[in-house]
């Protein structure tokens, strides 16, 4: 058993506990509600006042217990003696900083301390029948170092775990390692480090000064983004390696603990990848709050909806263009003209038939489409244009020659034709509720979106983009992460019909007294509970802060999107422009200036790789020379002396490229211990996973394609056919450039006859340029 599966068992110990003691409490919450509703037998006007206060406390407490029974344990710290040895309410020592003598010095200069105390951060407090603390309530003060602690000023913490569970399984655990330097002890043995603080911790322990000035230089360029003032944009850039999204997600937990109020509102992360949202998910938990912290991929941003297919490079090119906001601007009024739509309005009125033929509806439809209000809620617009037209074909307007008496006639004329059958049924056929889905479907007749793209697309991006659309079905299968921004777009143009509200129903007792029924707290609980029960969710889409992940790959119509979201927001932007995969830098770069509007940013800058020891560094280093030429790759800061591996797969090998993944999977699969990742082309993507199945790896082994390695990090990973990869789009290095960047231990690269291996079995493209120093070939 390895340490990852040792202390998630640990984890998973402590979680069966605490979940046993929770069915406990339930219990007594739910005696105390029972003995509560026995005092209505009493019948004093005392008695009912004394029920009501018990029912609303029992059944508060009830409520929270059975609301957070489910994924409530998200963390841990492992704490240093505090300065004092007081205990506060729940359980745990009050002191922030460490005791005097909490850290000891050994006679060869090694740092030594115990771990003092454990604290593990949930939902809410539970203390185990001793009231020892079981899990510290995330809002309560002994739980603020697990948000506020970073490795230039850990205080007492010397590890903060974060665990990532279903229901009451513990699925992970990752750890970060605040003093990276300490030789920390647990129960007489080293204490035990998993994820990037076992990383940490082996930089920390290195001999030699340099490397503690390098441990020293990331703590505090971490720290420094962690810490920013929270107002308006805080954009951080780094290459690969570089910890930018561990930074990002750490700061939104620091600044969602230190003005709770200010966040309320709630904290979107937008990454782009679904596998990214899981690794995500593992490294910010949730925070304890329905509701406050919200991680979605790109492709399922708008709810209702999710992205399960992928665009050709070419498609996704015009998809993500801003020109489409000018197609789509016009396809959510052209949609309305639909086939079948009816020609000719007759009604009846004033004893005879009253007629708007095929010119007079379209001089109605154009008059109401004059201004720029959404599709929808022109619907009013259009039934009143209407009544106007077929009023003055009908004459009526010369028999009335007092003005008072023609505004009442026209009223009256109004209720009449508004209710007819006729009328009614026309409007709605002519005049149909669009959804978005529906205006993304009719963009899949060429001839009409021929039309509507008119002078924006050219005719080979109008034929490849209404091929693409047409796989998407009526329920919303076959959307691509790019489709999902522009149904966000349509939704915006079109705007949803305005509903009427309900009548209220009036009790008679009400209309007789004039006085609604006094009622106690137990009757307005389940009142409230029948009103929710009978209200829809409704979407989010304004966040009090925004953390946009590897930003640079969004198109700009994804900055549109994710724009709408962050209106009056502060925001954190993470990216690295030489792992962009979108062609059109500039283009994306206007979007997000109107996206992040005007608001004063602050930059910063990480500059050292701790993810890729210094061998698979350089051989990323000789790509992005060529994917951009004069960029600085982040320095790599560990060695272990295990050169890439270049593997070729002959011409006659028999099996072919299958075997040959499969043969050098399987290798990596027993050089490492944890997770290796084999990246090919998307166009590969599938047919890679049915090579590798049936391997018995399980979670082990990942295949991706190579838009959807961005941001993960593997022991070992596999690059197949980097040639491959590189032609896929414009953008093709720089995706090499990520793809090559995963592994922390071991790389191979499996070239094929396309790649052009020299002697040594290198590929061409990753050949160090020329111009590359000597010092990074």
Not at 322 to 330: D, F, G, I, Q
Not at 588 to 600: D, I, Q
Request: net charge neutral.
């Amino acid at each position: 058993m390895d340490v990852r599966e040792r202390e998630i068992g640990d984890e998973q110990r402590h979680l069966d506990t605490v979940y046993r003691r929770l069915a406990e409490k339930i219990t007594e919450a739910e005696h105390l509600m029972a003995d509560a509703a026995r005092l209505v037998q009493v019948g004093t006007p005392g008695a009912l006042a004394e029920r009501d206060a018990q029912v609303f406390r029992a059944g508060r407490h009830l409520a929270r217990l059975n609301n957070e029974f489910e994924d409530f344990l998200f963390g841990r710290i492992d704490l240093l003696a505090g300065k004092d040895g007081e205990r506060g309410p729940d359980g745990a020592q009050t002191s922030v900083e460490p005791a005097d003598d909490a850290v000891r010095t050994l006679p060869d200069g090694q740092a030594v301390a115990e771990i003092a105390e454990t604290l593990h951060i949930g939902r809410l407090g539970i203390l185990d029948a001793d009231y020892a603390p079981l899990v510290i309530d995330w809002r309560a003060p002994a739980a603020a170092p697990f948000y506020r602690a970073t490795p230039v000023r850990p205080g007492r913490v010397v590890r903060r775990r974060v665990i990532r569970s279903r229901g009451r399984r513990v699925l992970g655990v990752e750890d970060d390692l605040l003093r990276p330097r300490l030789r920390a002890l647990l129960d007489g043995a080293e204490l035990p480090v998993v994820g990037d603080g076992a990383l940490m911790a082996a930089l920390g322990r290195a001999r030699g000064s340099r490397m503690h000035d390098i441990v020293a230089s990331i703590q505090a360029e971490q720290d420094e983004v962690i810490r920013a003032p929270a107002g308006s944009v805080t954009e951080v850039t780094g290459g690969p390696g570089t910890g930018k999204t561990a930074v990002a997600l750490h700061r939104a937990a620091y600044l969602l603990y230190q003005d709770r109020r200010r966040y309320a509102g709630g904290i979107l992360v937008v990454s782009p990848t679904p596998l990214l949202v899981a690794y995500t998910e593992g490294v910010l938990p949730a925070l304890g709050e329905e509701g406050q912290v919200a991680i979605r991929a790109l492709g399922s941003l708008v709810d209702a909806y999710e992205a399960d297919a992928y665009d050709s490079p070419a498609v996704a090119r015009t998809k993500g263009s801003a020109a489409m906001a000018r197609v789509l601007a016009r396809a959510a009024r052209g949609a309305l003209e639909r086939a079948g739509a009816p020609e000719r309005l007759r009604v009846v009125a004033f004893g005879r038939r009253v007629e708007l033929d095929r010119d007079d509806l379209a001089r109605v439809r154009q008059q109401v489409l004059g201004g720029t209000a959404p599709v929808n809620l022109l619907r009013p617009r259009a039934r009143r244009l209407l009544i106007d037209a077929l009023w003055r074909a009908c004459g009526a307007a010369r028999r009335y020659p007092d003005g008072e008496l023609a505004a009442e006639a026209r009223d009256a004329f109004a209720e009449d034709i508004g209710t007819e059958d006729a009328f009614t049924g026309f409007l709605d056929a002519w005049w149909p509720e669009l959804t978005p889905l529906d205006v993304l479907r009719a963009m899949a007749d060429e001839q009409r979106l021929a039309r509507w793209a008119r002078r924006i697309l050219r005719p080979r991006e109008i034929r490849a983009l209404a091929r693409s659309l047409r796989r998407v079905t009526p329920e919303g299968a076959g959307l691509s992460a790019h489709d999902i921004a522009l149904l966000d777009e349509l939704r915006t143009l079109l705007g949803a019909p305005a509903r009427p509200a309900a009548p209220r129903e009036a009790d008679p007792l009400d209309q007789l007294t004039g006085l609604d029924e006094l009622t106690t707290y137990a009757d307005r609980a389940a009142s409230r509970r029948e009103r929710d029960a009978d209200r829809e969710p409704g979407e989010r889409t304004d966040y009090a802060h925004v953390i946009v992940d590897e930003a640079q790959d969004l198109t700009p119509m994804q900055w549109r999107m994710v724009g709408r979201r962050g209106r009056h927001a502060t925001w954190t932007v993470v990216g690295d422009p030489a792992q962009s995969s979108w062609p059109a830098p500039e283009e994306a770069a206007a979007e997000r200036t109107a996206a992040l509007g005007r608001r004063p940013a602050r930059r910063f800058e990480l500059t050292v790789n701790y993810r890729n020891p210094a061998e698979i560094a350089r051989v990323a280093a000789g790509v992005l020379a060529r994917a951009m030429p004069g960029g600085t790759p982040p320095t790599a800061v560990r060695s272990t002396g295990v050169a890439p591996r270049f593997a070729v797969l002959p011409a006659d090998a028999d099996g072919g490229l299958p075997a040959a993944v499969r043969a050098e999977a399987d290798r990596l699969l027993g050089e490492v211990d944890g997770t290796v990742g084999v990246v090919v082309a998307m166009r590969r993507r599938d047919e890679a996973r049915a090579w590798t199945a049936g391997t018995g790896a399980g979670e082990r082994l990942v295949v991706l394609g190579s838009l959807e390695a961005k941001g993960l990090e593997y022991d070992a990973t596999l690059v197949v056919a980097p040639a491959e990869i590189a032609a896929e789009s414009p953008a093709g290095l720089r995706v090499l450039y990520v793809a090559l960047t995963r592994a922390t231990q071991r790389l191979t690269v499996l070239a094929t006859p396309g790649d052009e291996p020299d002697a040594d079995g290198v590929p061409a493209l990753l050949t160090a340029p020329p111009d590359v120093p000597a010092a990074d070939r």
